[in-house]
């Protein structure tokens, strides 16, 4: 009989002439405690503890039952995952769910309207005190690049390696918290340039077909919020892509034009003419004639979630492909009408001001910050007197998707910049 009841509930609210635009919810449902399994409710139970009294709420199944329906799948979806995730060492020995990682559940990141794809659909938690030796030793989460540009305060970086989809964790420099999410969509190049990843529905279970996505990797999922969903005028789709700051082509400076073999002893130099070459004059060979002999990828060039390591001339092939389909469909006349800069959040990073600012961000960065570029951990792995440069931009949405962001590492060699290696950003 309450079934029933929330069927009327539901379908009352989706009736009339001209029902107004809502956000979904579980419409106060209790019984959506009853889906949860004894560690989800443990974690649960914390938060009600903690916040359920001041929200009016007698129990954690009534304050649970009240919450969004975005926080619930986000809570379920991200839950479920590391539950059905088990760690072991070395020798195999087990190490605990992934679940086990977690203190306590600070904070359940839905659908956050006015926010980057980064802070949506996500956990923020505080860690056990063994959480980080136990994923650093664990054979299946990897130690991928800090992130300096998405996740802000937490830069320690470790993803579940295998196919898609994978586990985030990124943690404080500390250890004890993290912002955990999963990502359903793969980043690797060159279909990881406009393929959604950016957006925050990569992380959002309800999404493009994430549900079924999530069961093939951890099963018995129920999608429950698809029968709830079809009551409701407000589409889950993901919110159209932000188009940027205003490219505003008349305030670029004349673009530079330079022969293959000059030298060129300023990065934002070599950077414009880059994607000069690239972007706007087309002619992808002429840009790849900065790539260094010395060049090393370490970026995810197939369907599972680990980077590769390329050589020298893998590494211009795989930029190659990226580069042309970047431009595929694209008659610019300026830089900023294609592509937009990005700003990392980490302060560690040394920006550097340049007449294309409106296309490109500059940074200089450190040996251990170029290390995670070249797929190199050690430290002293680059030679000391290494001069790094990184820059960043964010491809302006096409056929409205998400643009990605793209890192390109530089470094002088002799007299004159080449890239060295080069990375999409992940979220």
């Known amino acids: 009989m309450r079934r029933l009841v929330l069927l009327c509930v539901l379908v009352l609210a989706g009736c009339g002439p001209k029902a107004a ?3 979904p919810t579980a419409l106060n ?3 959506a405690y009853v889906r949860l399994q004894p560690a989800q409710q443990a974690l649960f139970e914390q938060m009600f503890r903690d916040a359920g009294a001041a929200a009016g709420a007698d129990s954690p199944a009534a304050f649970y039952g009240a919450r969004p329906l975005h926080r619930q799948t986000t809570f379920e979806a991200a839950t479920h995952s590391l539950l059905r995730t088990t760690l072991t060492d070395a020798e195999g020995r ?9 203190a306590r559940i600070d904070r359940v990141a839905g659908q956050e309207a006015g926010v980057r794809g980064d802070r949506q659909f996500r956990l923020y938690v505080d860690l056990r005190p063994d959480a980080f030796d136990r994923v650093q030793a ?10 300096t540009v998405f996740h802000k305060g937490y830069p320690v970086n470790y993803r579940l390696g295998g196919r898609f989809p994978s586990i985030q964790i990124s943690m404080t420099p500390e250890h004890t918290q993290a912002d955990i999410d999963v990502d359903y969509l793969s980043s690797h190049i060159p279909q990881g340039l406009f393929n959604g990843h950016l957006s925050s529905a990569n992380s959002d279970v309800r999404a493009r077909g994430n549900d079924m996505r999530h069961n093939r990797r951890w099963n018995d999922l129920r999608p429950w919020w698809t029968a709830v969903l079809a009551f409701f005028t407000t589409s889950t789709a993901p919110a159209a892509p932000v188009a940027g700051p205003e490219a505003r082509p008349d305030d670029e400076p004349d673009l530079p034009s330079f022969g293959r073999d000059a030298a060129i002893d300023s990065p934002a130099v070599a950077t414009t003419e880059f994607l000069t070459d690239w972007l706007i004059r087309r002619d992808v060979d002429e840009a790849l004639a900065v790539v260094s002999p010395q060049a090393t990828g370490c970026t995810n060039t197939d369907e ?15 930029l190659a492909r990226l580069m042309r389909e970047a431009a595929r469909g694209r008659r610019v006349r300026h ?28 940074a200089m960065i450190d040996d251990a910050e170029a290390r995670g570029f070249l797929c190199e951990t050690a430290a002293g792995a680059t030679a000391p007197s290494t001069t790094w440069a990184q820059t960043l931009f964010q491809f302006r949405p096409r056929d409205g998707q998400t643009g990605a962001i793209l890192v390109l590492l530089w470094t002088r060699e002799d007299d004159r910049w080449h890239v060295r290696s080069f990375d999409i950003a992940d979220p």
């Open 304 to 318: 599972d979630a680990e980077n590769e390591r390329l050589r020298s001339t893998e590494t211009r092939d795989a």
């Open 21 to 23: 635009p809502q956000t």
């Open 335 to 362: 830089l900023a009408e294609v592509i937009m800069p990005v700003q990392p959040w980490d302060t560690d990073l040394r920006v550097i001001a340049h007449p294309f600012d409106r296309a490109f961000t500059l």
């Open 138 to 147: 664990s054979r299946e989460f990897y130690r991928d690049k800090d992130n």
């Open 94 to 102: 087990d190490l605990g769910h992934g679940l086990s990682l977690i």
């Open 29 to 31: 449902n209790a019984d």
